[in-house]
């Protein structure tokens, strides 16, 4: 089969359009046939060495979308079902990916795709989707809360927008002026632009029982997210590579002390029942999917490139 590996780290240059075996399956595993792959800024800080892989070559990505190739006697998914999975392949730790023909994936993990949802651009979903839901349920949302999203309009701000009004709360979205409208649409009750209005002064007065930051920890940004959550509320930081311990760790023990609110962080990890729930949204027409750019495998870095730019609206995919 076709896969895009890398053998060492580096710029996109170290990706190889190569000829790799199938994936063996084992009992409890089921193998799919891929159709679309997403991309995610994970895929490039591991190719670049940020976070270096365990061994090489690896195969990136952890998002996967197809039909069904072989699966256990008795399994829940047979032959030539539409499924989706988030895959621990974004890990640095292992070195089966995503990008791939065939991907073989623990029945756990999947999902079945929605009618509603493009096989080709349904490996959109899964991480960031699942990312916006864990940082969402780790808030202990409860309907008629105000929730803030930090990044509105990419992969998982996007989606954590869409989640949050599924889950009955007040929605105010950051993102740049570009995509004021497209949040709005999306369903955010209210809209910040960022190059022009402080979401620290806007609302210092009706504060937020949730906060998910989907950008980096700096002390400045944590911090006006920070003065505008309820000593009573939830800061949800995605992690990313720019994370820093020592910012979060600080939010922290103000909130031992009692002088902030309660601070948590998310690495998303595979769930196929989660994704199923989130499934059900999109095939309910309450979650949609938006797709930036769709390329082949072979031009993945072309997708990396875009990704890079840091303000894709929604998500990159690749096909096969």
């Given at each position: 089969m076709k896969a895009v590996q890398i053998s060492e780290c580096g710029g996109t240059e170290v990706l190889q359009f190569v000829d790799v075996p199938v994936p063996a399956r084992r009992p409890g595993q089921v193998l799919v046939k891929t159709v679309?792959?997403?991309?995610?800024?994970?895929?490039?800080?591991?190719?670049?060495?940020?976070?270096?892989?365990?061994?090489?070559?690896?195969?990136?990505?952890?998002?996967?979308?197809?039909?069904?190739?072989?699966?256990?006697?008795?399994?829940q998914f047979k032959k030539g079902d539409k499924v989706f999975a988030l895959t621990p392949g974004f890990f640095n730790a292992t070195p089966d990916g995503c990008y791939a023909e065939y991907v073989v994936a623990e029945e756990s993990w999947l999902a079945r795709v929605p009618d509603n949802l493009p096989l080709a651009e349904a490996a959109g979903v899964p991480l960031v989707a699942l990312t916006a839901w864990q940082a969402l349920q780790q808030a202990k949302p409860q309907p008629g809360q105000r929730a803030l999203v930090n990044a509105a309009a990419g992969g998982?701000?996007?989606?954590?927008?869409?989640?949050?009004?599924?889950?009955?709360?007040?929605?105010?979205?950051?993102?740049?002026?570009?995509?004021?409208e497209w949040v709005k649409a999306l369903g955010a009750d209210e809209v910040v632009d960022y190059t022009s209005q402080e979401v620290a002064e806007l609302y210092r007065e009706q504060p937020f029982d949730i906060a998910i930051d989907c950008m980096g920890t700096r002390s400045e940004l944590l911090q006006k997210l920070l003065s505008v959550t309820k000593l009573s509320g939830h800061l949800s930081h995605i992690l990313n590579a720019g994370s820093d311990d020592a910012v979060l760790?600080?939010?922290?023990?103000?909130?031992?002390?009692?002088?902030?609110?309660?601070?948590?962080?998310?690495?998303?990890?595979?769930?196929?029942?989660?994704?199923?729930?989130?499934?059900?949204?999109?095939?309910?027409?309450?979650?949609?999917?938006?797709v930036a750019l769709s390329l082949p495998l072979a031009e993945a870095a072309k997708a990396h490139d875009q990704v890079a730019t840091g303000h894709t609206r929604g998500k990159v995919v690749l096909t096969v």
């Open positions: 679309s792959i997403g991309v995610n800024p994970v895929d490039s800080i591991v190719r670049s060495g940020q976070y270096k892989p365990a061994s090489f070559p690896k195969i990136l990505g952890g998002d996967v979308a197809g039909v069904v190739e072989e699966a256990d006697e008795g399994s998982v701000g996007h989606m954590a927008v869409q989640l949050a009004q599924a889950l009955g709360l007040h929605v105010v979205g950051i993102c740049g002026t570009r995509n004021l760790g600080a939010a922290k023990e103000a909130h031992a002390a009692g002088k902030g609110p309660s601070v948590g962080t998310t690495l998303v990890q595979p769930n196929g029942q989660q994704l199923q729930e989130i499934a059900d949204l999109i095939a309910a027409g309450k979650v949609k999917l938006e």
